[in-house]
């Protein structure tokens, strides 16, 4: 969806799709490796009347505010987790405040910019989860 967007001309939209797929992608890299979340995240999350293993809350819904914990935890196995969260993150900022030639609100100073960065966002996790099917 992000591709549609960049070629639409949509850079703010295409930077949400692709952090979305990101977030995504880090669940499934999470999901796969929660014996490395266990240790770090302790109790339980309540989700309505259910109580659930605060690992695995977090490995299947991956708040954007435990991203980059995350993805350190997950590093020793696929080493480019955290470059491509850092990367997912600073589009993140992108897309909702726009672009900033200051850097005050968003470390992206336009819209070429932004795009060439979703572009390397979708290229690299797509280098990455091909292989991670056998791996993880």
């Known amino acids: 969806m992000a591709e549609v ?21 880090m669940s499934y890299l999470a999901l796969n490796n929660l014996e490395l979340l266990r240790g770090k995240y ?4 309540r989700v309505g009347r259910y109580s659930i293993p605060l690992h695995e ?15 350190t935890l997950i590093a020793n196995k696929v080493p480019e987790v955290i470059e491509l969260t850092t990367l997912a993150l600073q589009l993140h900022e992108y897309q909702y405040n726009g672009p900033d030639p200051e850097g005050i609100r968003s470390k992206v100073p336009n819209d070429e910019t932004a795009k060439r960065l979703v572009e390397a966002l979708i290229a690299r996790a797509r280098s990455i989860l091909g292989p991670l099917n056998t791996q993880c």
């Open 57 to 71: 809350w977090i490995a299947v819904v991956m708040p954007t505010n435990r991203m980059t914990e995350v993805s």
């Open 42 to 45: 302790t109790g339980y999350k």
């Open 5 to 25: 967007f960049l070629r639409e001309g949509l850079i703010r939209n295409a930077s949400g799709k692709a952090v979305q797929a990101w977030k995504s992608a």
